[in-house]
């Protein structure tokens, strides 16, 4: 809806001051034109790289029609939040194979809420400005494609692991979107700067980035140790090490993350000293321990079940301990069909390492030469402070 009264460059200026007064670092302003990524959306879904994500193939093209999940929408406003902690520990925690490690964005509270409530702040703010004016926002509340819409809103560029890059801020940070219904000046798209490199491609542990900008969400760990409520395929089990929750290597090794910005915001700090813990301390709580400690968490959707299921894993994957196999045969006493039969593996796992431990073996370390890679481009290429 035009409407004559009001001042759209100056409403645009004003949204993006506002946006940056509650906490957004950038905010960006697009149509809702994605038919150019129908194509590829469908062959996508055809392909089955979204595993048991069902709710995905369930919406279908109306990922790339966000004029249809919102009737009258003209625009969307996308907006960025930076989310990576000081003192990041990655390389630390990598080599600490005793240590469980989680995904960076999961370490503090529950991004969804945060960013949702501050962009009803932004919506309720233009209302104000121009009375009749309809928005939604969304994060990762609905059937959209966000990365894209973002990417047309000048945020970024898709990159070949299919996350967004920005040119001044790397990749940590969040996305949102208010889809709203007047014609606010659009933002241009940023050139691909991601050029010949291929180096998210070549360290993913999985293989996930099938090739540049597709992923199959199959082979990668952050949906095998978050989405997915069954059993991990044993092929993908040694190679998840001891990342617990998430993977964050593919943004590890991005060289553009050497000018990530560092997060302002306290709610994404560390909590329950999760960005440092041992699986063993973690492999200890019981279930009530579990929701007390993620409470205000993502980390809490997973469910206790798929969170034991996870640290058994990263058990079976960590140097031969005595403890480990005391600890295992343990909690297979009490354990759920699906989680013993992870710490089944894992104990077949410690035996194994024992044994070549006992000959005087060197240890089995999988992808040994990539981890390795990985964490001096983590040492190399850190922000300041982080």
Not at 41 to 46: C, I, Q, R, T, V
Not at 98 to 116: C, E, N, V
Not at 276 to 301: A, M, N, Q
Request: aromatic share 8%; glycine share 6%.
């Amino acid at each position: 809806m035009t409407s004559p009264t009001i001042n759209y460059q100056e409403l645009t200026e004003k949204i993006k001051f506002w946006g940056q007064e509650l906490g957004f670092a950038q905010v960006g302003i697009s149509d809702v034109d994605l038919s150019a990524h129908e194509e590829a959306l469908s062959e996508w879904l055809a392909n089955n790289y979204h595993g048991d994500m069902d709710y995905m193939q369930r919406h279908g093209l109306m990922r790339a029609r966000a004029a249809e999940l919102v009737q009258g929408t003209l625009r969307a406003i996308s907006v960025r939040m930076d989310y990576l902690p000081t003192d990041a520990k990655f390389a630390r925690i990598l080599k600490k194979s005793d240590h469980a490690y989680i995904s960076r964005y999961a370490l503090g509270r529950d991004y969804h809420k945060l960013m949702r409530k501050r962009l009803k702040q932004l919506g309720e703010k233009i209302v104000h400005y121009c009375d009749t004016v309809n928005y939604r926002p969304f994060v990762d509340s609905a059937p959209i494609l966000e990365r894209p819409l973002a990417e047309k809103a000048g945020l970024g560029w898709v990159g070949k692991h299919s996350l967004l890059i920005n040119k001044q801020a790397g990749s940590w940070f969040f996305l949102g979107e208010l889809l709203i219904d007047i014609p606010l000046p659009c933002d241009e798209k940023p050139e691909n700067l991601c050029a010949s490199c291929v180096s998210c491609i070549k360290i993913c542990p999985t293989g996930a980035i099938v090739k540049p900008y597709v992923v199959d969400a199959r082979r990668c760990i952050s949906y095998l140790t978050i989405e997915l409520r069954e059993a991990i395929p044993i092929e993908f089990r040694p190679l998840i090490g001891n990342r617990v929750y998430g993977c964050d290597d593919c943004q590890l090794i991005c060289p553009w993350n050497k000018f990530a910005n560092l997060s302002e915001i306290d709610d994404f700090k560390p909590r329950q000293n999760l960005d440092d813990v041992e699986l063993l301390t973690l492999f200890s709580w019981d279930e009530e321990t579990f929701l007390t400690k993620t409470e205000g968490s993502p980390i809490r959707r997973i469910g206790f079940q798929s969170w034991q299921r996870n640290i058994a894993v990263a058990l079976g994957n960590a140097p031969f301990q005595q403890q480990i196999v005391e600890v295992l045969n343990e909690k297979l006493l009490h354990s759920q069909a699906m989680v013993a039969e992870h710490i089944q593996w894992a104990l077949a796992q410690q035996k194994i390492k024992q044994a070549h431990q006992n000959s005087s073996s060197e240890p089995i370390e999988v992808n040994k030469r990539l981890t390795g890679r990985l964490i001096r481009s983590i040492e190399k290429g850190l922000p300041r402070d982080a």
